[in-house]
């Protein structure tokens, strides 16, 4: 027999079989990517919901726990006697004549509601309905038991 006919059937016997596994290996390599391409995606939708979350939980600690002149992340009581805030007891006086800050972009409203359902509106301003969340802290006003609310919304 002829050396180069043995070399031809070889050669096309092996170059079916590189094509083969060439297209199966393309194949996963293209399912890679689009699943990669998925995971990116997702995690900027979470890593955005969680800046909305985080933001809005932060001001809501901020708001309870610390006591400041004329600003809205400062409403807790201030204990003379101590010389200190007093976490979860929000000043009565600093509710009356309080400013309100615009520098929260992504807060829509926050209120304090108490137990027979009054509700007093501390902030509302428009913003995105999108991706909203509400969260809400325990709260003393003026001996009263009440919800201080926060609701967040994002882009």
């Known amino acids: 027999m002829n050396p180069i006919i043995l070399a031809n059937k070889k050669g096309i016997a092996f170059s079916i079989d590189f094509a083969i596994a060439s297209i199966a290996v393309l194949l996963i390599i293209t399912l890679f ?54 976490e979860n007891t929000l000043s009565a006086r600093k509710l ?3 400013s309100k800050d615009k520098n929260f972009p992504k807060i829509k409203a926050v209120w304090i509601k108490f137990k027979n359902g009054e509700k007093q509106f501390l902030l509302k301003q428009q913003t995105s309905e999108k991706n909203c969340y509400a969260f809400n802290r325990l709260v003393l006003v003026n001996g009263r038991k009440a919800l201080l609310e926060l609701l967040a919304c994002g882009e």
């Open 33 to 86: 990517l689009f699943s990669l391409n998925l995971l990116i995606e997702s995690s900027e939708t979470e890593l955005s919901e969680f800046s909305t979350k985080k933001e809005a939980i932060f001001l809501l600690d901020s708001m309870v726990k610390n006591h400041c002149e004329n600003s809205f992340k400062c409403l807790a009581g201030f204990d003379a006697s101590k010389k200190r805030a007093v």
């Open 96 to 98: 009356a004549g309080f």
